[in-house]
């Protein structure tokens, strides 16, 4: 079993910033991809950013720019450093990780995100 434990989240005005943290642990022999996700209310959860093993990394669109992902291998964590938040980035985040042999991936539990003046 794998265990997500996420932190970051909180409220900010207009322009701030937030770094959202995902740390797993348990069964673990390294982990593929590590992402990002979020969910707003009345919408699909959607990708914001995710990275591979090796550091590849994608972002949507709306956060290109903004956003940054990045991950420590050591300690089975991913980060999402987000600057120039904006209202509509407003949502429950979601960590998102796929270990090596576990055959799926694994979720946390969200933190909300709040961009708010």
């Known amino acids: 079993q794998v265990q997500l434990e996420e932190s970051g989240g909180g409220l900010v005005q207009p322009g701030g910033s937030l770094r959202l943290s995902c740390a797993a642990s348990?069964?673990?022999?390294?982990?593929?991809?590590m992402g990002w996700y979020r969910q707003a209310p009345g919408k699909q959860r959607e990708l914001v950013a995710r990275?591979?093993?090796?550091?590849?990394?994608n972002y949507a669109d709306s956060v290109k720019g903004r956003f940054t992902i990045s991950r420590d291998n050591a300690k089975n964590a991913v980060y999402l450093q987000m600057n120039s938040l904006k209202t509509e980035d407003t949502a429950v985040y979601y960590c998102?990780?796929?270990?090596?042999?576990?055959?799926?991936?694994?979720w946390g539990q969200g933190t909300q995100v709040t961009v708010s003046s």
């Open positions: 348990g069964s673990i022999f390294g982990i593929n991809t």
């Open positions: 998102n990780v796929n270990p090596r042999l576990a055959g799926r991936t694994y």
């Open positions: 990275i591979t093993e090796g550091g590849t990394t």
